[in-house]
């Protein structure tokens, strides 16, 4: 009972890292019904820039270690913002009129660019970070002396999405922004005739994807000790697996989603062969798109006519 305990623990803070980055997709593909591809890489870089930032914040003598994270955080989310305006500025809006599956390959083109880039200028090796957050809780103790704990960074990472996860909904529904972006969800055309600056609502929603993939990746750095050049292209697979799970296009459903791939993943490992673990986490999405294609909170698309 203890080790499945543990193994839940260890689930949702893997899955509230995917939540994280499954959101980017999910608020793309809401307005602009494509899927950026380039996303996973613009977690990469997250968090590349998060340990950049670690480093620099020691080699400056900030000690404090609540003031350097939230630091580096604020840098992080903005340089990471900058990257995801570049890709819809250089990947999308171009090619927001042609057919759709150019878009798709200029995304896939965007991805492995920044994939080499940072593999250039950061080198192939793995690079690591001694822990920088320790401690936790001690939830129970079995009589075999396994004791379930939950670490201050992984209640950190379960309680950072939930927030977030929230704030981005109130932003959605109750601000002009989530109004505009609404609107250009439904109809483009319409929402510029009515004033809308169309081109400035989808680049925010790409530099608010990108930002929250800062955070993922910040977390992920930190949750893990090492990161490379490569770390973007699974999770970003696994992210949007978890988009389509929880269904393509609705906030809940990607928070639910990611909770449910990091779920599967830790209690697979846990029990049966870790190396079949991805095998069981598709299975699962397989299974529920023949039953629900829409995803478990996605909305069936209605063609316009």
Same mark, same amino acid.
């Given at each position: 009972?203890?080790?499945?305990?543990?193994?839940?623990?260890?689930?949702?803070?893997?899955?509230?890292?995917?939540? +994280?980055?499954?959101?980017?997709?999910? /608020?793309?593909?809401?307005?602009?019904?494509?899927?950026?591809?380039?996303?996973?890489?613009?977690?990469?870089? @997250?968090?590349?820039?998060?340990?950049?930032?670690?480093?620099?914040?020691?080699?400056?003598?900030?000690?404090?270690?609540?003031?350097?994270?939230? /630091?580096?955080?604020?840098?992080?989310?903005?340089?990471?913002?900058?990257?995801?305006?570049?890709?819809?500025?250089?990947?999308?809006?171009?090619? *927001?009129?042609?057919?759709?599956?150019?878009?798709?390959?200029?995304?896939?083109?965007?991805?492995?660019?920044?994939?080499?880039?940072?593999?250039?200028?950061?080198?192939? *090796? $793995?690079?690591?970070?001694?822990?920088?957050?320790?401690?936790?809780?001690?939830?129970?103790?079995?009589?075999?002396?396994?004791?379930?704990?939950?670490?201050?960074? #992984?209640?950190?990472?379960?309680?950072?999405?939930?927030?977030?996860?929230?704030?981005?909904?109130?932003?959605?529904?109750?601000?002009?922004? @989530?109004?505009? #972006? *609404?609107?250009?969800?439904?109809?483009?055309?319409?929402?510029?005739?009515?004033?809308?600056?169309?081109?400035?609502?989808?680049?925010?929603?790409?530099?608010?994807?990108?930002?929250?993939?800062?955070?993922?990746?910040?977390?992920?750095?930190?949750?893990?000790?090492?990161?490379?050049?490569?770390?973007?292209?699974?999770?970003?697979?696994?992210?949007?697996?978890?988009?389509?799970?929880?269904?393509?296009?609705?906030? $809940?459903?990607?928070?639910?989603?990611?909770? +449910?791939?990091?779920?599967?993943?830790?209690?697979?490992?846990?029990?049966?062969?870790?190396?079949?673990?991805?095998?069981?986490?598709?299975?699962?999405?397989?299974?529920?798109?023949?039953?629900?294609?829409?995803?478990? +909170?996605?909305? $069936?698309?209605?063609?316009?006519?």
């Amino acid at each position: 009972m203890e080790y499945l305990v543990q193994q839940v623990i260890n689930g949702v803070t893997l899955g509230s890292v995917y939540a +994280l980055i499954a959101i980017g997709y999910t /608020m793309v593909y809401g307005i602009i019904g494509m899927i950026n591809f380039a996303h996973g890489e613009v977690y990469m870089i @997250g968090a590349f820039t998060s340990l950049i930032g670690i480093i620099v914040m020691g080699l400056l003598g900030v000690t404090w270690v609540p003031l350097a994270l939230f /630091m580096v955080l604020l840098a992080s989310m903005a340089i990471t913002a900058l990257y995801g305006w570049s890709v819809e500025r250089v990947a999308y809006r171009p090619l *927001r009129g042609s057919f759709r599956l150019a878009p798709l390959i200029s995304a896939i083109g965007v991805s492995i660019f920044l994939q080499n880039y940072v593999q250039i200028s950061q080198g192939a *090796r $793995p690079k690591p970070i001694p822990p920088v957050i320790r401690g936790g809780f001690e939830l129970m103790t079995s009589s075999s002396g396994f004791t379930v704990t939950l670490s201050y960074l #992984q209640l950190f990472i379960i309680v950072l999405t939930i927030v977030l996860m929230v704030g981005f909904t109130y932003l959605i529904t109750q601000t002009s922004l @989530g109004r505009a #972006q *609404r609107a250009c969800e439904q109809d483009r055309t319409m929402a510029s005739l009515i004033g809308i600056d169309v081109d400035r609502t989808i680049s925010m929603t790409f530099v608010m994807g990108a930002a929250l993939a800062a955070v993922a990746g910040m977390m992920v750095t930190l949750y893990y000790g090492v990161i490379d050049f490569y770390i973007g292209f699974l999770a970003g697979i696994k992210a949007f697996t978890a988009a389509v799970l929880g269904g393509i296009g609705s906030l $809940p459903g990607a928070v639910l989603g990611g909770l +449910l791939i990091g779920l599967i993943e830790a209690l697979w490992s846990a029990y049966f062969s870790v190396e079949y673990k991805d095998v069981a986490a598709f299975t699962i999405l397989v299974l529920v798109l023949l039953f629900r294609p829409s995803g478990l +909170l996605g909305r $069936p698309e209605i063609e316009k006519v």
